[in-house]
């Protein structure tokens, strides 16, 4: 039988861990390591950005320029990641070439080119990565891809690879695992096999807050706002990230409560914005989505979508760009970045009714309409309830 | 879009997951002294301690897998060609792929720290039996047989300095913060030596900090590993290092690493008449041991089998073999013979084989002839005789082999000899039992219990058996002499051998005795240490 909370026994051993680490004498660079690693983990379980930049901080001071510490390098990576600044991810892989080299690096750089929109480059990335270190978290990577790339067979089968790999000692990352299957899942519109994968996440590593906020999307998605709601707002209690928060605030506008929305809405904006003063990028995409679609300001949707195209461009901020134009009156404009979004490999329903629209207001009836009919093929629920991730 | 992917997801290179409950130590099997009511067996599979000592983790499964056989004679004489080899690793396939697959004990514990035993493909039948753990215990088999069975933490059997191995292999991660990135610097491109090399500061003891590569071992307060210094990490010298009178100097110190540690431990003393119903003609019981660890989908729930199964070469293995139970679990680590592991598969995942590491011969060859130039101008520094053709080299080399062709001819010896055994004492019937060559015993990995010997290595696996001595031994030529004996598996463990050679310290490179005395009767490991044992 599964403990109920996995995620406060987790969070309660590394706490833990961190204390042991920190009052014991140091002792070389392992020590060291393991304390900011330990501190990552904390950081990266709660969805902590401040922790996370205060563990930001001790990389910096840690990594030595004139001999780049190769596992530090690639934390610092992950978290560069983890906050969408890509060139710092590039700029680590470039300066520490004991870590672009070996097979983690070079899953980053995969990564990297997935970001970019090099679709082509990013896959071949991975499959000599997998050749090298089959690992379930590169055969997640694959599937990724295929899921994006709305090949759904080849994208289930590197799934099941990836879970074939978990032990019993992984439940964390099989019930992120889960996550992802539910959102494919989600994305083609098949709720109730969603519904299983959050359901078996939710067995395979109680309490998580990135699991119930998956499923209370999905609970929205079928109807059942009230629950969803309450869960969001559990969520929000110990999670307070304004993606969360503009996504209670777009349920509750679902819901037919605007006053309480506008309530949530104002706190995620005050936080995007806070963010981005601080220099921050990982919420522009957020920015010119709210924008886009809480405010329908297309003007403040376009400063925002093009800080993020400026960042990495891929279908999504391409798709993004173009709904931003569109939402500024600038339909006929839109299309062609759209256009480029739809030439990618990228294949996702919410995009696809996005063009339909751009399409229709351009003038492009005909494949305003075929879009249209594509999106409904992918997802029959994609005009329902869904969350921006 | 997938924009803030959890990436804590996809970052397993600092893993912490402890799945070291799947980490098997080793492997004791030998003909229990007791004979009353017949010749009994008595095998004993002893893995990490965790949790802790005498609490069992429950997600793993444990296997002991046993294959009497008849004794079998080399058929090829003295012939010392590769083809002789291919046909050994041919007749092995045979035997272990084919329909007489192994028996097997199969041990779980539930959260009740209960054992269960599951006893598969015995000529009695199929059986299950529970029984508490950390308690000597009976398990009456259905065809009437009396099986002593204990589950639980006992001291760690291993006598051993594990230090010292590891300063022989040039093994950094034991030494120094190896980054996790770096998988290559484990073992560094360092000629493997069993003598100091001149100039090896990477390796080499340092007198001023005695406790270093020592960490976590008892007895040793300051042990420590360093950060690794930039490279590069390979040796240019020409000789071994001599002191201020001419002496080499051991890499190994003859500490014991494992002294008051612990272990978890299955314990078997089974009647051969269980095992086989021909007794009197299956001589030897082969046996090895597995860990597997639950998978997490089964953790949640049964899900249905996926196609995986049928895409990789060790699955295709797999598949013919895997009950459903099985494929529930996840394959970590064999063991067999000492060594077999860190000295001949490099410690690699993919090669957790087993009984069927036929697959690996070519492997086990190359790296024999690799070790052979690390050990054999070691051995021929100190005036003894090996078995492996260095071309006289005056010091250890790093070398290794991208082909079969051109390491077996440094290695045929080593692999063929046959290594002689101290006295006649292994063999108290003097019956005419053939000596044990190193591929028979490396290839299967098997531990092979000769039921007519004392089970003492290579003819199965005694407690008391100093076993790394032993296996250093297999690079000596077996046909020279020392003080007018043939050399033979012990000579490694004489204190006359190192009085003479010139060598400081003047001591067996590894302890000749257990920290704890072994008991007289079963589960025969001693006792846990208590410090270390839940109250």
Request: some cysteine.
């Amino acid at each position: 039988m599964i403990a109920r909370n996995d995620y406060a026994a987790e969070l309660a051993r590394l706490a833990s861990d961190i204390d042991e680490l920190g009052a014991a004498p140091a002792a070389g660079c392992g020590h060291a390591h393991r304390l900011v690693y330990k501190h990552y983990q904390q950081a990266s379980l709660r969805g902590d950005y401040a922790a996370l930049a205060a563990v930001d901080e001790t990389l910096r001071a840690l990594i030595a320029p004139e001999r780049p510490d190769p596992d530090l390098c690639y934390l610092k990576a992950n978290l560069d990641f983890k906050l969408h600044r890509l060139d710092a991810v590039q700029r680590t892989l470039d300066g520490c070439a004991e870590l672009r080299d070996s097979a983690p690096g070079r899953a980053l750089l995969a990564d990297l080119a997935l970001q970019r929109g090099q679709y082509d480059q990013a896959e071949q990335g991975y499959q000599d990565v997998l050749q090298q270190d089959p690992s379930w978290d590169n055969f997640a990577r694959l599937a990724h891809l295929a899921f994006k790339c709305g090949d759904d067979a080849t994208a289930e089968r590197h799934f099941d690879h990836a879970e074939d790999e978990l032990t019993a000692k992984e439940m964390r990352h099989y019930a992120w695992l889960q996550l992802q299957r539910g959102l494919l899942d989600l994305s083609r519109g098949r709720l109730a096999a969603a519904r299983e994968h959050y359901e078996r996440a939710e067995r395979a590593y109680g309490g998580y807050w990135l699991v119930a906020e998956h499923r209370a999307e999905l609970l929205a998605a079928c109807g059942e706002c009230e629950a969803a709601l309450a869960i969001y707002e559990q969520v929000l209690a110990e999670v307070p990230r304004p993606e969360l928060l503009q996504a209670t605030g777009e349920l509750c506008a679902h819901m037919g409560r605007d006053r309480e929305a506008e309530g949530w809405f104002r706190r995620a904006l005050e936080a995007y914005l806070a963010s981005a003063a601080r220099g921050e990028v990982h919420y522009l995409h957020h920015l010119a989505d709210f924008f886009a679609d809480v405010r329908e300001d297309g003007t403040q949707a376009l400063h925002w979508a093009g800080a993020d195209l400026a960042l990495r461009e891929n279908p999504a901020t391409l798709a993004a760009w173009a709904w931003a134009l569109y939402r500024a009156g600038r339909a006929r404009e839109a299309l062609a970045p759209m256009q480029r979004a739809m030439a990618s490999r990228e294949v996702d329903a919410h995009t696809l009714r996005r063009a339909a629209a751009i399409h229709h207001a351009a003038g492009a009836v005909a494949e305003g309409e075929r879009f249209a009919r594509l999106a409904t093929a992918l997802n029959p629920h994609a005009h329902g309830f869904h969350v921006h991730r | 879009m997938a924009d803030h992917n959890d990436p804590n997801a996809v970052n397993t290179i600092f893993s912490d997951i402890d799945v070291s409950a799947a980490d098997l130590y080793d492997l004791f099997g030998f003909p229990s002294d007791d004979r009353d009511g017949g010749e009994k067996v008595v095998i004993a599979l002893t893995f990490a301690a965790v949790p802790v000592a005498g609490t069992l983790d429950t997600d793993m499964l444990y296997r002991v897998q046993i294959s009497p056989s008849p004794r079998a004679v080399w058929p090829h004489g003295d012939d010392q060609s590769l083809d002789t080899l291919l046909n050994y690793f041919d007749a092995l396939k045979e035997r272990y792929l084919g329909p007489s697959s192994a028996a097997e004990i199969r041990v779980t514990v539930d959260e009740a720290q209960r054992a269960m035993l599951r006893f598969f493909g015995f000529p009695g039948g199929d059986f299950t039996a529970t029984v508490d753990t950390n308690q000597v215990l009976t398990i009456n088999t259905p065809d009437g047989h009396a099986i002593k069975t204990y589950v639980g933490g006992r001291d760690d059997a291993f006598f051993n300095d594990l230090t010292g191995f590891f300063r022989s292999i040039n093994y950094a991660p034991q030494f120094y913060h190896v980054p996790h990135t770096r998988p290559d610097l484990r073992e560094l491109p360092i000629p493997k030596t069993l003598l100091e090399l001149e100039g090896n500061d990477l390796f080499n003891a340092d007198p001023a900090d005695p406790d270093w590569g020592y960490l976590n071992v008892h007895g040793r307060p300051n042990g420590s590993k360093r950060d690794l210094p930039p490279g590069p990490y390979t040796w240019n010298g020409n000789r071994f290092r001599k002191d201020e009178n001419g002496d080499y100097r051991l890499v190994y110190s003859g500490y014991d690493c494992q002294a008051g540690k612990n272990v978890n431990a299955i314990v078997l003393e089974i009647p051969l008449t269980f095992l086989t119903r021909e007794p009197e003609k299956d001589r030897i019981v082969n046996t090895w041991g597995e860990s597997w660890v639950r998978k997490a989908a089964p953790k949640v729930e049964t899900i249905p089998d996926h196609p995986f199964w049928l895409e990789s070469p060790r699955t295709i293995l797999d598949s013919f073999r895997l009950d459903d139970e099985l494929k529930q679990y996840k394959l970590v680590d064999t063991d067999g013979q000492p060594f077999a592991d860190a000295g001949f598969s490099e410690r690699e995942d993919s090669r957790q084989l087993g009984a069927n590491n036929f697959w690996l011969a070519p492997t086990f060859i190359k790296r024999t002839a690799h070790l052979g130039w690390g050990f054999g101008p070691s051995i021929s520094a100190l005036g003894l005789a090996t078995c492996f053709d260095h071309d006289n080299s005056p010091v250890s080399v790093h070398k290794t082999y991208d082909h079969v062709l051109a390491a077996f001819p440094r290695s045929k010896k080593l692999l063929f000899q046959k290594l002689r055994m101290p006295d006649d004492s292994w063999n108290p019937k003097g019956l005419d039992i053939p000596l044990r060559r190193p591929v028979e015993i490396f290839i299967p990995n098997v531990c092979a219990i000769d039921m007519d010997t004392t089970g003492t290595w290579p003819f199965g696996r005694r407690l008391e058996d100093q076993v790394a001595n032993r296996f250093l031994a297999m690079f000596l030529d077996m046909d020279a002499e020392f003080n007018g004996r043939k050399y033979h598996l012990e000579l490694l463990s004489d204190p006359a051998l190192w009085q003479a050679a010139p060598v400081q310290p003047k001591t067996s490179p590894n302890p000749l005795h257990n920290d704890r005395e072994f008991l007289t009767e079963f589960p025969y490991l001693a006792p846990p240490w208590s410090e270390a044992y839940p109250k």
